[in-house]
């Protein structure tokens, strides 16, 4: 015990926040250095509760398959494919280390976690088509996308997806691609299954209902983290070597305290979210694909709506959304005084530039909020022409944290994507923003380990150990068709997923 009455305790490696984000990177150096002590904390009384629950996230394996925020019309009129080869290669990184998982029988049950489902992107209007067919010519060309198929003949779209045909005009010009590739992943089973199995290895420590309040850097570059026990009331003082902030909304705030310089000026935009729940089982059962659509002019990329066979629970579902909103909450489980007590003098500036560039934004999310029951019904049926209001129920989705970012022209930016901050001797290490989120958890945590184990990752041990993990490591899919078709095959095969041959 210190003089302030704190139990003091030493551990290699603190994780804050019992998400995806962490539950990869815990596993991923357990795996590299099996004798590394890891205590990890978690406010809640389970594991992945806020958006890695299955019920909070849309569930896609983001292979840039269905998403056409990823694909953006540059103003030649061609198709920037950059961002979308990216994020299917890490998905591609996702799949490797899942398998691996597997192999070893760290994980067992592939079925609980990932199913193949068709990804899909749908579009109406002469514009709209003439851009998809763009997009699905530029994506073809490319090994990753191989498999798309596209289509505007209405019988071939309404074998697709009979409940968006039906009732629709049968004069409106649709379009439609492909790719039997696509996946629904359980990030909540995964991350639960992670966490049961890092819990009983040793040197491992997960402990439920435990905050992180503060954090500071000592004089021999150690990390004392202060961590309340909620139930009992204890405050308990820990000195770790490495700390990483995984607590998803709440990391922000947790970033401030640390106090590390990387971390000034960045601010947090939260974004909140809702879904439209079918309750029928009839028209749950018509639908088997995920239907991704265009954002709304002005919308930000987290709003495309989509309708989406989901698998939760061993249970069929079918959820159409997200319809986006405004709150001031960094978590689902958190606080209306999150985004004003997140404002400090240091991105006071940069907060309120970016706000003042995003007030349209603003202005949409809280009309989203404003939605009545009718204005949601009208907005499912640009999707589903026949749906009726007595089949769906409202349910609340994740809160995402938006990154705002300090820029030296513009004064702040508000960023979609995810940032990892981290300090110049690696001792620390944040993970802000939401967006592609957790299907590329895994070359997130392996491009966090090179910032922050940089000595040992160069050791051959590591270096081995990490090509076991993803056979792809070091090199770029997107590069190497010969490679990422063998690799796809083999994860497919090991995942138990639609196997890219049989296509
Ligand atoms: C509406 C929505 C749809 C999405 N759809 C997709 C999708 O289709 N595909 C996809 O790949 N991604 C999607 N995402 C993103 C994805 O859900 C996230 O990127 C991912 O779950 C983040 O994981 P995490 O571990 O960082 O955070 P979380 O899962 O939020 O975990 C953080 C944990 O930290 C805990 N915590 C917070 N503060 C503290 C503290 N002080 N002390 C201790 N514990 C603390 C929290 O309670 C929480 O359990 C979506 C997100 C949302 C909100």
Partial sequence: MDQSGNISEN????????????????????????????????????????????????GTGHSAFCEL??????????????????????FEESKQFWSFLLQQQFLSDAPNFIKSIPHMSFVWGEKNVEYLR????ALKKHHLFKEMVYSEDKKQLAEWMPLVMDGRDPNEKVAATRM???????????????????????GVDLEYGHEIRDLEQNKDALWTVKVKNLGTGENRKLTAKFVF????????????????????GFGG?????QWLRCINPAVIKRHQAKVYGKAAVGSPPMSVPHLDTRMIEGKRELLFGPYAGFSTKFLKNGSYMDLPLSIKPDNIFPMMS??????????????????????????????LPTARMEDWELETAGQRVQVIKKDPVKGGVLEFGTEVV?????????????????STAVSIMVDLIGRCFKTQMQSAAWQSKMKEMMPSYGKKLGKEPELAGKIREETSKVLGLVVPETV
Wanted: cysteine-free.
């Fill in 354 to 383: 970016a706000g003042i560039k995003n007030i349209p934004l603003t202005k949409y999310l809280i009309d989203q909020v404003r939605q009545s029951p009718e204005d949601r019904l009208n907005a499912l049926k640009e999707y």
């Fill in 134 to 137: 763009k997009r699905y010519e």
């Fill in 245 to 264: 902030i995984g607590a998803g909304g709440g990391s922000l705030p947790l970033l401030e305290k640390s106090n590390i310089k990387e971390g000034k």
């Fill in 11 to 58: 551990t290699d490696v603190i994780l804050i926040g019992a998400g995806i984000m962490s539950a990869t990177l815990g596993v991923m150096l357990k795996e590299l250095e099996p004798n590394l002590t890891i205590k990890i904390f978690e406010r809640l009384d389970g594991a992945a509760a806020e958006s890695s629950d299955a019920w909070n996230n849309a």
């Fill in 180 to 202: 039997e590739l696509g996946t629904d992943v359980n990030f909540g089973a995964l991350t639960k299954a992670m966490f049961a199995k890092l819990n009983t290895t040793d």
């Fill in 422 to 438: 981290s300090a110049a001797d690696g001792s620390i290490a944040a993970l802000l923003g939401a967006s592609p989120g957790a």
């Fill in 269 to 273: 935009f939260p974004v909140s979210g």
């Fill in 69 to 90: 925020n990823y694909t953006p019309e540059l103003p030649d009129g061609s198709i920037e494919t950059v961002k979308a080869v990216k994020i299917a290669e890490s």
